[in-house]
């Protein structure tokens, strides 16, 4: 018997088989039950989500010879041949063929006859936004004004295309991609009848790479399938749908978080040395990332459709990096899309993408810094290491005055493994107003209603890690203890900022600019009232 692809095989063939429109099915089959039947349907949507199928299973509900009906019976004649594709009253034209003004004239004066067996005589035009304009303005008067028995089913994936005036005259359906977990779940069900045996972390694979159509998914396990002779191993099919494993994505995004950059180009060499298309993984690499944007909001792991494990992994990064991080990052990767997906230099492009991404964690203060409370000529940079000696105060100015830790040797010992585990918490942690240990404690002080350094020592594993590095240091049951600084007693100074700001001038700020492509000025005591 001649092999026939799954895509075929499977074709839906009624409505309870359609998969992921079910607001669609459930208009259609209200519609032939009640006899509210239009003179024209246009579905709409991308390839391969079930427009021509629907289409075929409309015009054997309207003919069955046991309808009208909701559900064909898919066992008489009419069915049958519907199904072949060989009933006379129902014409399937494709307008990429199709597109002449003759030819579209010729249709129409034929479709003035009644039907020669069926109920309904049913035309389904294919891609119908590739008429010309003459074949349209030909098609418009029997769509306009159709004999009683004649059903016109309209397909198109661009239906922008489309003169208004046909528009006008249809009821329009718009089908939506396929979830992922439904296809994910289709797919798992397919492979069972089929005796296909595939993992679920590869049928996930398949309903990403399908991006919401069917077809292609199916299409898709069959390619697999037939390349493991019924078997579909997970590194089979991330190899073979250019995709690349999470834990890749896991590095690229922990290195990216914590600005560490030769991490970052470690992995862009193996995807390079790999073969992988780079452009592909930039845009897997943007789910990946929304993902934990997700899981920052506080989305659950198993809402995330990844494995279990890896989305448990994502979870702790996610909560880790914080919110705010997270869609900086996100707005920084979008911005550098489009470069990527048209840069001729696919791999160079993203690898200066992600490396301008690992820039990121430089601003993580730079609310403070634009407010006046970090000094521009005191704040470590986060990608140097902790300094062995503390600069000299600087003279004396208009900023709050800098922040001293401690000249301890035992507390620098304890930044240095604070920089080995989270070099961003390590800077959090340099930005105190002072580090105390006394009585096997530490003292943690923070300016005045500065409540920002409380937050960053206490999000995601940092309270984790900063106990970890107290123990190496000083010991197993050390404690720590997060206080507040007394308020400065002196007056604030009033009156306009100076125009040469070395708050604008700091490297984090040109950083910012830089990356986000602003610009700074120097803000007076007017500005508030004259831009409230």
Known sequence: MTYQVLARKWRPQDFSSVIGQDSIVTALRNAVSEGRIAQAYLFSGIRGVGKTSVARVLAK????????AADPCNDCQTCAEITAGSDLDVIEVDAATYSKVEQVRELTESLKYGPARDRYKVVVIDEIHRLS??????????????????????????????????????QEFHFRRVRPAVLTAYLRQL?????????D????LLSRAGEGSVRDAVALLDQLATYGSGQIADKDAARILGGVDATVHFRLLSSIVDGIHEEVAAV????E??????????AEFLTYCRDALHLALGAQASDIQLPEDDAGRLADLASGAGYENLLRLLHQLLKSEPTVRRSEAGILAVEIAWLRAAELPKLSRIEEILAGG????????????TPKTRPSPPPESNHAEPRILAADDQVENFLVEVSKRRQPLAAHLQNAEKLEFADGRLSIYTAPHDHWLATALTRGNNRKILEESLASVWGEGTKWDLLESKADASPATTGP?????????????????????????????DDSQENP
């Open 273 to 282: 040395a790999e073969g992988w298309d780079p452009r592909h993984v930039y």
């Open 191 to 199: 492979a069972a009848q089929e005796e296909i045996e595939a993992s």
């Open 201 to 204: 972390t590869a049928l996930h």
């Open 268 to 271: 862009v060499e193996e995807i």
């Open 133 to 170: 304009r003459q074949a349209f303005d030909a098609l418009l008067k029997i769509v306009e004004e159709p004999p009683d028995h004649l059903v016109f089913i309209f397909a198109t994936t661009e239906v922008n295309s489309v003169p208004a005036t046909i528009l006008s005259r249809c």
């Open 497 to 525: 900022a100076p125009t040469d700001d070395p708050i604008l001038k700091h490297p984090v700020v040109q950083t910012a600019l830089d990356i986000f492509g602003g610009t700074a000025r120097a803000g007076n005591s």
């Open 61 to 68: 509900a309207l003919n069955c010879e046991n309808g009208p």
């Open 374 to 385: 970090v000094p521009p000529d005191t704040t470590p940079r986060k990608d140097q290491p």
